[in-house]
């Protein structure tokens, strides 16, 4: 079952903290690694290049799915209140600083209604993706699981 599925994952990493954000991301990454390669990427012998039929990422692989789309905590997105109201008077500059790269992640896999037409970065698409993004990010069950497996 999770040779079907390794390559659709995508770690989040929710509510990344104000205070010693890299600190944080880094211990997230590192033991988002180890958990991938202990139980979801192939096992590449020290000193051999991965080959192609492997599904195996070096930790620090950006395009990795152990590394993790960062969501930063912002106390103006903390409540659900908060949350609401931003929905219709954002700063578009502050939501793509919390938000930005777990949007970039989404945006070229999720599609609209025709097979092939990808969503672009248009301003109502974009607010539709953002729209469901901030109703994830007050879902904290997920990300805590995870945690809690990595720690």
């Known amino acids: 079952m999770v040779r079907e599925i390794r390559e659709r994952l995508q770690l989040v990493g929710a509510m990344i903290p104000e205070t010693n954000a890299e600190k944080y991301f880094q211990g997230l990454r590192e033991r988002a690694w180890d958990t991938f390669a202990e139980e979801l990427y192939d096992d590449v012998p020290a000193g051999e290049i991965v080959a192609e039929e492997d599904w195996s990422f070096d930790q620090t692989d950006e395009s990795a799915p152990h590394f993790p789309w960062p969501v930063r905590w912002h106390r103006s997105f ?10 219709a008077d954002r700063d578009g500059d502050q939501v793509r600083a919390i938000f930005g790269p777990l949007v970039d992640g989404i945006l070229p896999i999720v599609k609209t209604q025709g097979d ?14 953002l729209q469901n993004t901030m109703s994830l ?10 945690e809690a497996k990595l720690r």
């Not at 903390?78 to 929905?87: C, E, N, Q, T, V």
């Not at 007050?138 to 699981?145: A, G, H, K, N, S």
């Open 78 to 87: 903390a409540a659900l209140k908060s949350l609401h109201d931003r929905l």
């Open 116 to 129: 092939n037409l990808f969503i672009s970065r248009s301003a109502s698409q974009m607010d539709r993706v």
């Open 137 to 146: 990010y007050r879902c904290q069950v997920m990300p805590c699981r995870f």
